[in-house]
């Protein structure tokens, strides 16, 4: 059943977008490897839990959050060490208890806290930067069978920016893949 709401006598820029729920994550995943090889770039799939190898049906990139999450740490280890060094060895030199003024296993334990602590940071805002969170508002939120996106529905929504997006052709793909529901939202 598809219901397009008016969006042929809407502008382009007055709606987010097409979505498409399906039954189940089989049929999900199959639709979602069909719209990636259709050439489909802004474009997303929901699911109410993990599905394993979804973000290869999607062709999605490997994250960069791991490197995000090791630049951090390294930063973080190498700023300690390095500040250690230069308060106890050139900026404010003590000779305590006959020990060498660069004792580098006392500072093991501040590099190791500070290294932890700056890769933890990284890794948590670095993921709310690459998932664009906090996002208080989408329009998919006013769609009503996307409330079942946490309790059973999936759903895969192309919005209206992407390059080969049109309007009728596109909601027509979605049911000829197998979408049960296809609905144009509006912004």
């Given at each position: 059943m598809a219901i397009i709401k008016g969006a042929t006598m809407m502008p382009k820029d007055q709606y987010f977008g097409v979505a498409a729920s399906f039954l189940s994550p089989t049929e999900l995943y199959d639709?979602?490897?069909?719209v990636r090889d259709q050439g489909f770039q802004k474009w997303d799939a929901h699911t109410p839990f993990p599905?394993?190898?979804l973000e290869k049906a999607m062709g999605l990139r490997p994250?960069?959050?791991p490197w995000i999450s090791v630049s951090m740490?390294?930063?973080?280890?190498?700023?300690?060490f390095t500040l250690q060094w230069w308060t106890a060895a050139v900026d404010y030199p003590v000779v305590i208890s006959g020990k060498p003024l660069f004792s580098w296993q006392a500072f093991i334990p501040v590099t190791f806290e500070i290294t932890i602590l700056l890769c933890a940071f990284g890794t948590v805002f670095g993921m709310?930067?690459?998932?664009?969170?906090?996002?208080?508002?989408?329009?998919?939120?006013?769609?009503?069978?996307?409330?079942?996106?946490?309790?059973?529905g999936f759903f895969i929504s192309i919005e209206a920016t992407d390059p080969l997006f049109?309007?009728?052709?596109?909601v027509q793909y979605l049911k000829d893949i197998g979408a049960t529901h296809?609905?144009?939202?509006e912004k």
């Open positions: 639709a979602c490897e069909k599905v394993h190898g994250s960069v959050l740490a390294f930063i973080g280890g190498v700023s300690a709310f930067a690459l998932n664009r969170l906090p996002q208080l508002y989408h329009s998919l939120f006013r769609w009503a069978p996307f409330q079942r996106v946490t309790d059973d049109d309007v009728t052709k596109t296809v609905e144009c939202i």
